[in-house]
């Protein structure tokens, strides 16, 4: 008699079948093979049962919220019907047992004395992956150009201009390709770790930009999280947005909000700034980009002072 077939036997044969079709499967991919062994661990055999994958999506949640919950069920709602035709039996949590699973949260909004704080701080921070020297240089990254850590980490030196004036961003969401206009600043900043950098490893084109400073192979996301979450709890910084932590993911909220707000307090046409602002961040629909009026407080009561403004101008003209 044959031996039962593991859940990560299954998870990994449609993960293969999945991304011969094209599909890139990472965050997700990840989290199927976890939910894989997890089930396998605990001695679970035959088809999905609704039962195992409750279990899994609150006991191994690193957030224990039903939002958190919902998501990770999402996450295995494509494996689960990819199941369900070849197995009969196989069962998922109907409906939505955790409630919604999509929101959007406001952001914490950094202040420019604690974006210095992080990147000070992160030059004296003890050896993590990451890494005195990459470290802050790559929040720096973040913090200027308001990139994804994702798209950041995955950088080649060749993505680097000869000048170190721009960045070629060629693995964004949706396998997108975008032009990233660097600030003087940051060409210096780079410039200086690009130095340091050729000691560590190869400067070939191909090779990655940030490298793991014990290793000398790629930063990977797990060791940028851990020196993170170090650096947030030994700075204090207290959460000013919805979540109950900050997010290294809140420097990329903290430039696109910081610079609606000069061009909000410059008068700028904003409708014409946001097409360039969206363009410049990579996102895919505009509305992602004017999300951020509605949002930020900060945002919002300027966006009131200038709504009050206009109305008194309109006002004015009209008993004029």
Same mark, same amino acid.
Request: aromatic fraction near 8%; charge should be positive; glycine fraction near 8%.
């Given at each position: ?98 409630? &919604? ?21 992160? &030059? ?53 390709? &975008? ?24 400067? +070939? ?5 940030? =490298? ?37 993911? +809140? ?19 904003? +409708? ?13 629909? =505009?509305? +992602? ?32």
């Amino acid at each position: 008699m044959s031996a039962p077939v593991t859940m990560l036997a299954r998870a990994e044969a449609y993960l293969a079948e999945r991304r011969r079709l094209g599909f890139a499967l990472d965050r997700s991919g990840s989290l199927t093979l976890a939910f894989a062994r997890f089930a396998d661990a605990t001695g679970h055999e035959g088809p999905l049962a609704s039962a195992i994958v409750l279990r899994w999506a609150k006991e191994q949640a690193v957030c224990a919220d039903p939002f958190t919950w919902a998501q990770r069920l999402n996450v295995l709602r494509p494996f689960a019907r990819h199941l369900a035709d070849a197995e009969s039996g196989t069962s998922f949590p109907e409906g939505a047992p955790f409630g &919604r699973s999509k929101r959007r949260i406001a952001p914490h909004i950094f202040t420019p004395a604690e974006v210095n704080a992080l990147i000070t701080a992160a &030059r004296t921070l003890p050896v993590f992956g990451a890494g005195p020297a990459t470290f802050p240089t790559l929040l720096g990254l973040l913090a200027v150009t308001g990139q994804r850590i994702s798209e950041a980490l995955r950088l080649r030196c060749g993505d680097l201009d000869e000048a170190v004036t721009c960045i070629t961003v060629k693995h964004s969401k949706f396998d997108r390709t &975008r032009i990233v206009p660097l600030h003087p600043t940051a060409t210096v900043a780079l410039r200086d770790y690009l130095r340091t950098r050729a000691r560590l490893g190869s400067t +070939d084109r191909s090779a990655p930009l940030f =490298l793991d400073e014990r290793s000398g192979e790629i930063l990977r996301y797990g060791a940028v999280r851990r020196a993170w979450l170090r650096l947030t709890e030994d700075l204090g910084i207290v959460p000013r947005g919805g979540h109950q932590f900050i997010r290294i993911h +809140d420097l990329r909220h903290t430039f696109i909000c910081r610079r609606l707000m000069l061009w909000q307090a410059e008068g700028t046409d904003i +409708d014409n700034a946001m097409l360039a602002l969206s363009a410049y961040v990579g996102h895919v629909n =505009l509305g +992602d980009t004017y999300w951020y009026m509605q949002a930020v407080p900060e945002l919002m009561a300027l966006a009131g002072d200038r709504f009050e403004s206009l109305a008194l101008h309109f006002g004015e003209a009209r008993h004029g």
